[in-house]
């Protein structure tokens, strides 16, 4: 049973194009957190959210944590091919103790 | 700030060996977590170290074990290897105050032949 849900498996898209990743979950998370991986490496952290309703923003990247702690989005706006890779969702539900809850991830792939 | 290190990066072994994966973490960093990530599960927590203590642990078999030394760096086993333990194994750095900043390592892909 996979305890956070994450969507679409795979995007494959054109330069200059809008995406949005979903992770869904029925656990109430103290925090969650949005990872990119490329093959070969380690995740590689991009952001954390804590309080319910947060909306973090990187560049052309929105990170947004659902009211109620249950869900988040990602969405890239004008997608780059330097924007392809695994991105990762993790949920914490063991209140900062590193036991972070991952879901099988969103492969990107952006097109020149 | 150097950061965090997992030897060996590829390791071969066959069913029923053990093998022993080894983690340095970011200096000064006192926690390590351990993750293993396969195509068909994804990232799986393992087991977390804090100060040469198990923190916290994943829903793993026994075969799988490790430890923390005094300088943070850490280790995990996995005894009578099977073929489902291919995977990448990965670790994760953090100061052991909250999982907000959570560093992994390349990760070391171990093959069970």
């Known amino acids: 049973t996979q305890l956070l849900e994450q969507s679409p498996q795979f995007l494959s898209i054109q330069e200059g194009e809008n995406l949005t990743v979903y992770c869904n979950s029925s656990s109430v998370f103290s925090s969650l957190q949005w990872y990119r991986q490329e093959p070969g490496e380690g995740p590689v952290l991009l952001v954390t959210v804590v309080t319910g309703g947060e909306v973090k923003k990187l560049k052309r990247l929105t990170f947004q944590f659902g009211d109620a702690r249950k869900d988040s989005s990602l969405h890239i706006t004008a997608a780059q091919p330097g924007d392809t890779g695994l991105y990762l969702c993790a949920g914490d539900l063991s209140g900062g103790y590193n036991k972070l809850i991952f879901g099988a991830g969103t492969r990107l792939a952006v097109h020149p | 700030k150097a950061g965090v290190t997992q030897t060996p990066r590829y390791l071969i072994k066959t069913r029923g060996q053990q093998v022993t994966l080894s983690c340095s973490p970011i200096s000064g960093h006192r926690s390590v977590s351990w993750y293993q990530q396969t195509p068909g599960q994804g990232l799986q927590f393992l087991f977390e170290?804090?100060?040469?203590?198990?923190?916290n642990k994943g829903n793993f078999p026994g075969r799988f074990s490790g430890r923390q030394f005094s300088n943070s760096r850490s280790e995990m086993n996995v005894s009578t290897l099977e073929l489902g333990d291919s995977a990448l194994y990965l670790c994760?750095?953090?100061?052991?105050?909250?999982?907000?900043?959570?560093?992994f390592g390349s990760g070391t892909q171990l093959s069970v032949l």
């Open positions: 994760a750095s953090s100061s052991g105050q909250g999982a907000e900043k959570l560093f």
């Open positions: 170290y804090f100060s040469e203590t198990q923190r």
